[in-house]
């Protein structure tokens, strides 16, 4: 076991590092965020220039060939930076669908464009009543000859608001949430009959509710089995869970490096509260709690791409709850440690607060994995 | 040792749970409990539906509206108000500068503004934290020099909750420039609208802007509205915060988010079931229930225990009430955004005159994300929780 990175990797890691700090210097946020869409159309062309926005695909596809530990330096570096731009939507979450469920064909089509920057993707499973279940789909897919007719309403839709491509879970067979009977379509933002309203989230992102009337797909316009593409979502969203764990390491060593920082420097009673050693404890055990996290996040990583389905699920279930807890504890103890600047938007330690806040409620919140965990059994024995 | 309430006590508790319900608008109340934004015309409403039955400082000298209650009344009157939701009386005015003014003041201010305090025709805000001293409070560098009849203010403020409605604000300023930190303190009334002053609004992570930045450049304030003696402005600060600490507990304020709690989690479905009938959120729920039961008969020992100490000395032991109080409200706050589950994530703005946009997901949704960000003041506001360990380690531990 090497927990080093190689060279290509450690160039990787240089340059994203590099190219978000000084992009994403905390003033410079604030610029992206005031940008129409919410974050900078610039940006994602230097991303593509980069070679970040084919990371994860094959080469023979279009792709650069990167692997679970490309992405993971890329979303660390990007929760540091609070990244904007719709990276994990497209390439992450859009991007995995793809890779996992696309045809030569569809691939062909779609990865050139998802790397150049032309082509932005959402994915839509989620509904009203389905909080954290992706098999609970009342949307409906019917055949009409070479076509699909989807309609419904999917929700919470992240960075639904600009995809150009939407892909969406619908039911083709069986009751709500049967397991079986879901297929996944890959629809046109601007196809008749689909309508958005995009609205921010908590954490300066941005989302979409959908609502699909009587829209057209070809036929040939699916991802996965239609009728059986519920396993084709699952292995893509705790492909996405190792990647928001690896963005929590991010933004967690920030919130850390942030209050040590703070420490150092604020003065009451004449010197640095960093010397009052109640609170060197408290810094202390938010650094355990970040390695802690830190830990189960290399282990999401390494079991992402692991084939039985059973095995990766415990593995990504158990980072979510390390990576909830550890987050909602150096987050609070991030705040508190600062006083009364930590609440405020003029100051960066809250935007990782609440950003820390919002990944334990995608995917399913520590709760909920911890009670997955503990039906299969646990982890070890 | 009785540990059972007297019939009086139970039909006070009843005629406060009848006022509270029944006379201050169900309008106001909803917004309180659905963690929605007070306009200044709802806690002014609510306040002054209190004064005119003689209900919004209780616990002043009677002759300035104050009742005799017993420890049990005041708990009671408490409780009641928050399990009603109903906006607790402007606490600047009515627990903090209103007590100081009756306590230290001279008798032309108790007269000018006692009563204006309680029926909050003045607003108050407070002007105690400035930039370089928030736990280090006696470190304040904001300046009063004498000049003739007045004084000259220079400095600023900050974190000042609500500046922006306030008629007034009371400062500590430095009048001894020379003496020991705590010994050249002063307290100031100072009005709002007095030439020099800036209000500065800070937005906070909630995306409120409940608190600001106060600039006082040459302000001129009379030397009439300097409280009690010239340097002795530190006593009365701590006379005041004494008092703010007990209030923070609120237990009734707990005991009504957790009946909502119950109340969203029946509504919420996983799959067929409600969230409530899971064993695990249950358990959650009932340990922090545990815990708030605990509090509220620790807090009911602290006050029984205040009639045995020296008038305005603040009980040490009020400290406990102020950490567990304010841990337990935010573990509400955390459990509210269990129940509503994804839809946390949804930012929604609620402006002045109402919600910007149609809800995403259920309408109880949008405050919860913010409820939990806005809460994490009340451990750093108020003297921060570790300040009060310090309170407590060094006052009842000795150590
Ligand atoms: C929402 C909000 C509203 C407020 N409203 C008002 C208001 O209306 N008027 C007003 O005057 N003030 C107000 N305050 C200010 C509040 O009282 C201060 O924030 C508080 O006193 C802490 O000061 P600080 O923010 O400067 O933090 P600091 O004092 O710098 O503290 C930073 C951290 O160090 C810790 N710390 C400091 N000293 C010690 C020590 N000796 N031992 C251990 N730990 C220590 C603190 O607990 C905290 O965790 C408000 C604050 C907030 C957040």
């Not at chain 1, 699952?234 to 690896?246: K, S, W």
């Not at chain 2, 300046?143 to 008629?167: C, P, S």
């Not at chain 2, 007990?246 to 079931?273: N, Y």
């Not at chain 2, 567990?324 to 409200?329: A, F, H, L, P």
């Amino acid at each position: 076991m090497d927990f080093d990175l190689n060279d290509e990797q450690r160039l990787l890691k240089d340059s994203v590092d590099k190219l978000i700090a000084t992009e994403y210097e905390f003033e410079r946020r604030k610029r992206h965020a005031a940008e129409p869409d919410g974050w900078s159309r610039a940006l994602w062309a230097k991303y593509a220039d980069l070679g970040l926005l084919g990371l994860p695909f094959a080469e023979a596809d279009g792709g650069f060939g990167g692997g679970p530990v490309e992405t993971m330096i890329v979303l660390e570096s990007f929760g540091r930076g609070l990244v904007l731009e719709p990276y994990f939507a497209t390439v992450v979450l859009g991007g995995g669908l793809v890779r996992h469920g696309a045809s030569a064909a569809q691939r062909a089509a779609l990865v050139p464009r998802i790397a150049d920057g032309s082509r932005l993707l959402a994915f839509a499973w989620m509904e009203r009543q389905s909080r954290y279940n992706p098999a609970d789909v009342k949307a409906t897919a019917r055949r009409d000859g070479g076509s699909w007719i989807l309609n419904g309403e999917k929700s919470l839709v992240l960075h639904g608001d600009v995809a150009d491509t939407i892909l969406v879970t619908a039911r083709i067979s069986g009751d709500q949430r049967d397991r079986a009977g879901i297929g996944v379509f890959i629809v046109d933002a601007s196809a008749p009959g689909v309508q958005r309203r995009g609205y921010p989230t908590q954490d300066g992102l941005r989302s979409a509710e959908i609502t699909l009337a009587d829209v057209r797909v070809d036929a040939t316009d699916t991802l996965g089995e239609p009728g059986d593409a519920l396993a084709l979502v699952d292995r893509v969203t705790d492909e996405a869970i190792a990647g928001l764990c690896a963005e929590s390491i991010g933004v967690m060593a920030a919130m850390h490096e942030i209050t040590v920082e703070y420490l150092k420097t604020r003065q009451q009673f004449g010197r640095p509260i960093g010397d009052f050693q109640a609170l060197q404890h408290r810094a202390v055990d938010m650094f355990v709690a970040l390695e802690q996290a830190r830990s189960m996040a290399i282990f999401a990583t390494m079991m992402a791409g692991e084939a039985d389905p059973a095995e990766r699920r415990r593995a990504i279930a158990a980072a979510k709850v390390q990576i909830g807890r550890s987050g909602r504890k150096v987050g609070e103890e991030a705040i508190q440690l600062h006083g009364g600047i930590g609440m405020t938007m003029e100051y960066k330690v809250g935007h990782y607060f609440k950003r820390m806040t919002m990944i334990d409620r995608r995917f399913g919140d520590a709760d909920l994995h911890l009670a997955t965990l503990a039906r299969m059994g646990g982890l070890f024995g | 040792m009785d540990l059972s309430f007297t019939p009086e006590e139970r039909a006070f508790r009843d005629e406060a749970r009848r006022f509270f319900r029944t006379e201050i608008p169900q309008a106001i109340r909803d917004k309180v409990a659905e963690g929605r934004h007070l306009s200044r015309e709802d806690i002014v409403t609510s306040q002054r539906i209190m004064n005119a039955r003689g209900w919004a400082v209780p616990h002043w000298p009677r002759e300035w509206g104050g009742q005799d209650w017993s420890p049990i009344q005041t708990y009671f009157y408490q409780d009641e108000m928050q399990l009603a939701s109903v906006p607790s009386p402007l606490p600047f005015n009515v627990s903090m500068v209103g007590p100081v003014i009756a306590t230290f003041g001279n008798d032309a201010q108790k007269r000018a503004f006692l009563p204006q305090i309680a029926n909050l025709d003045i607003w108050f805000c407070q002007g105690f934290s400035e930039p370089g001293s928030g736990s280090d409070l006696a470190s304040l560098r904001t300046t009063a020099k004498r000049d003739g009849d007045h004084y000259v203010v220079n400095g600023q403020k900050t974190w000042t909750t609500l500046a922006q409605y306030a008629d007034w604000i009371f400062c500590l300023v430095r009048t001894d420039m020379a003496a020991k930190k705590q010994e050249g303190i002063s307290f100031l009334l100072i009005d709002m609208k007095s030439p020099g002053i800036t209000v500065r609004p800070i937005q906070t992570i909630d995306g409120g802007r409940e608190v600001n930045e106060v600039f006082l450049d040459e302000v001129r304030v009379p030397v009439a509205n300097l409280v009690g003696q010239e340097n002795k402005g530190w006593d009365y600060a701590k006379f005041l915060l004494g008092n703010e600490r007990t209030g923070i507990a609120r237990v009734g304020t707990s005991k009504e988010r957790i009946r909502r709690i119950k109340q969203l989690a029946a509504l919420e479905l996983v799959g067929d079931t409600p969230l409530i009938e899971d064993a695990h959120f249950r358990e959650k729920l009932a340990a922090v229930e545990v815990e708030l039961k605990a509090l509220e008969l620790t807090q009911l020992r602290v006050v029984a225990n205040e009639r045995k100490l020296a008038k305005g000395k603040p009980d040490p032991a009020s400290s406990i009430l102020k950490i567990k109080g304010s841990e337990i409200q935010q573990a509400t706050t955390e459990l509210l955004m269990d129940v509503v589950g994804p839809y946390v994530t949804a930012y929604r703005e609620e402006r002045e005159e109402g919600w910007n946009e149609p809800p995403v997901g259920p309408d109880y949704a949008a405050t919860a994300a913010p409820t939990y960000f806005n809460w994490r003041k009340i451990s750093i506001y108020g003297g921060s929780n570790e300040i009060q360990r310090n309170i407590i380690a060094k006052a009842i531990l000795g150590l």
